[in-house]
């Protein structure tokens, strides 16, 4: 489980000034905002939830703080293990997160068996258990056709699986994935979302950021749209979308919008 409590994150920006209504750098200053702004939530075990919001919304910043790769301003992140104990040790956190981000890097002249042996060194797994692991997530994912080729020579589905299939080896409690299937073709998109929901299953936690709304309202249990850094709505894809007066989560995400720029 993991528990957000009153999560803030502030950056520094810098900001032209006009002077004869032109933007000058040199009388530019300096300003301070909040990129997520006092955030609470919790995720329960073997619970998707989905996190949506527009870019600059807040969502990334906010992923990477709840993975521990980031920091907060104020506030704190409590992660607890199955048996509901709370997880302070660095090393045991990290073991117990899976994180997915649009900007992960691979080992391209690597083949992705090889990328993920190595990895399986790294979290000391047992060798026997590291190729029964790899075997597994080839088939898990559908990568058993090119789980063997260079990563450099894949395709951007075929690499994003291999993402997901570095996140996977230690088998964490937890995942967090930030946009999965951006710019996937369907069999990409259609196998993580699939992969998402078998994990649910098995009683693993998931955090979901996703543009795409069709996704979202099928995969997630429950769903909070950030605006601002701030969550502005927070239920079930039915409960939004009933409150919101909507046939379908696209719909009732543009009426949530819509309400909080206006005011």
């Known amino acids: 489980m993991i ?4 999560l803030c994150k502030q950056f520094e ?5 006009e002077e004869n209504g032109k933007k000058r750098k040199k009388k530019s200053k300096k300003e301070k905002f909040y990129a997520v702004d006092h955030v609470s939530f919790q995720v329960e075990q073997g619970e998707i939830l989905g996190i949506l919001g527009p870019n600059g919304a807040g969502k990334t910043t906010l992923l990477r703080m709840l993975g521990s790769l980031m920091l907060p301003t104020s506030g704190s992140v409590e992660i607890e293990d199955k048996e509901g104990n709370r997880i302070t ?10 994180y997915l981000s649009g900007n992960t ?17 790294i979290y000391e797994i047992d060798k026997e258990e590291i ?15 090119f789980l063997d080729n260079r990563i450099e020579k894949l395709s951007t589905g075929q690499t994003q699986r291999a993402s997901i299939a570095r996140c996977l080896i ?51 249990d429950r769903i909070i749209m950030i605006y601002q850094g701030r969550i502005v709505r927070e239920g079930s894809p039915a409960q939004i979308m009933e409150e919101c ?3 379908n989560l696209r719909d009732a995400f543009h009426k949530v919008m819509k309400e909080v720029e206006t005011v």
Do not use: W
């Open 170 to 220: 230690h088998e964490p409690d937890i995942y967090i994935f930030d946009e999965p299937t951006l710019g996937l073709d369907i069999l990409s998109a259609d196998a993580i979302v699939n992969f998402m929901k078998a994990q649910k299953e098995r009683g693993k936690t998931v955090l979901y950021s996703t543009h795409y709304l069709e996704e979202a309202q099928f995969l997630c």
């Open 105 to 121: 890097k691979l080992y391209h002249r690597l083949s992705t068996r090889e990328m993920l042996y190595m990895l399986g060194e």
């Open 131 to 145: 190729v029964r692991r790899v075997e597994e997530i080839g088939k898990v994912l559908d990568m058993e056709s």
């Open 245 to 247: 007066q909507a046939d």
């Open 3 to 6: 528990v957000a409590n009153n």
């Open 89 to 98: 040790d660095a090393v045991l956190l990290k073991r117990s997160i899976g």
């Open 13 to 17: 920006r810098t900001v032209l000034e």
